[in-house]
């Protein structure tokens, strides 16, 4: 096996869903490999992982009856930016348009002094609450 293609298939970015409840059923539903640098290949951006985190949470609520998840964690790595932004209710309209999902959120700013962040809100007023792992 090439030896940059056993690096790509060994680091990669998992999308997993589970109850809020327990954890005794978690499921694996994407995965996106990822180069290391030392393997000289592109890899997907932070715009691509956007889109797919997107793409998962839409079909969370469509497999759900139209009931978004109540939310989601993740790490500081530098391909989660995107969401980040979109999380934290820094992107702009036209970037919550760019991903399934995020296109039918709505972002209201919180109204206090020095403080740029939002919240993100789904279709049915529904507030997401993140974390870092």
């Known amino acids: 096996m090439n030896c940059c293609l056993f690096r790509l298939l060994t680091s ?15 499921y ?6 990822r180069a290391p640098k030392s393997a000289g290949l592109l890899s997907h951006g932070s715009e691509y992982t956007y889109r797919e985190f997107g793409r998962c949470l839409l079909q969370a609520v469509l497999s759900n009856g139209g009931v978004p998840p109540i939310g989601v964690a993740y790490d500081a790595a530098t391909a989660h930016v995107s969401i980040n932004r979109a999380f934290l209710g820094l992107a702009s309209a036209s970037e919550l348009q760019d991903a399934e999902f995020f296109d039918q959120c709505k972002v209201k700013k919180i109204k206090l002094k020095c ?15 993140r974390c870092y792992v």
């Not at 990669?12 to 978690?26: A, K, L, P, Y």
């Not at 403080?115 to 609450?129: A, E, M, N, P």
Request: aromatic share 14%.
């Open 12 to 26: 990669g970015v998992e999308q997993v869903v589970t109850r809020c409840d327990c954890n005794s059923h978690t």
């Open 28 to 33: 694996c539903v994407d995965i996106l490999p």
């Open 115 to 129: 403080f740029s962040f939002g919240c993100l809100f789904f279709q049915d007023g529904t507030v997401y609450i």
